[in-house]
């Protein structure tokens, strides 16, 4: 089962994708948030077969939800009334921070960075959850 995750940004959007599995996170592509964005993603879930979508929730770094936590749910909600898969939040804070740092080790260059940094983030979004759901699973076995 393929998983979508996005990290909505105010002028690029974040693709990320799971495997098959639902296993491991990659970076997908960046689109600019613009009158496009809702048919772009509609396309983007139709095209990986994404039957889930994880979307970053940006909270506080004291875990509050703030201003941009209410932009992210209102795009949420308005994703919602375009398709049929199921959306879920996960904790972003510091996630384009680590995506970029990583990046950055990796020896990508500064263009880069900027270019892709933002798919990279929502692909940290998506592993945070596929991480997530794989020791829940866990859990309720060894129960």
Same mark, same amino acid.
């Given at each position: 089962? !393929?998983?979508?995750?996005?990290?909505?940004? =105010?002028?690029?959007?974040?693709?990320?994708? +799971?495997?098959?599995?639902? &296993?491991?996170?990659?970076?997908?592509?960046?689109?600019?948030?613009?009158?496009?964005?809702? @048919?772009?993603?509609?396309?983007?879930?139709?095209?990986?077969?994404?039957?889930?979508?994880?979307?970053?929730? @940006?909270?506080?770094? #004291?875990?509050?939800?703030? @201003?941009?936590?209410?932009?992210?749910?209102?795009?949420? $909600?308005?994703?919602?009334?375009? $398709?049929?898969? @199921?959306?879920?939040?996960?904790?972003? !804070?510091? #996630? &384009?921070?680590?995506?970029?740092?990583?990046?950055? =080790?990796?020896?990508?260059?500064?263009?880069?960075?900027?270019?892709?940094?933002?798919?990279?983030?929502?692909?940290?979004?998506?592993?945070?959850?596929?991480?997530?759901?794989?020791?829940?699973?866990?859990?309720?076995?060894? +129960?």
């Amino acid at each position: 089962m !393929r998983v979508l995750g996005i990290d909505w940004g =105010e002028a690029r959007v974040g693709l990320a994708v +799971s495997d098959e599995t639902g &296993t491991i996170a990659s970076p997908y592509r960046v689109v600019p948030n613009d009158d496009e964005l809702f @048919p772009t993603l509609i396309r983007a879930v139709a095209e990986v077969g994404a039957m889930e979508i994880i979307i970053g929730y @940006p909270l506080t770094l #004291t875990g509050q939800e703030g @201003p941009a936590a209410d932009i992210v749910h209102e795009f949420a $909600v308005q994703l919602q009334q375009r $398709v049929a898969v @199921p959306l879920k939040f996960v904790d972003e !804070r510091l #996630t &384009t921070k680590a995506a970029e740092q990583a990046m950055r =080790e990796a020896g990508a260059s500064a263009k880069k960075i900027k270019k892709t940094a933002d798919a990279a983030a929502a692909a940290v979004i998506l592993q945070t959850y596929l991480d997530l759901r794989k020791r829940e699973k866990k859990q309720a076995e060894d +129960s």
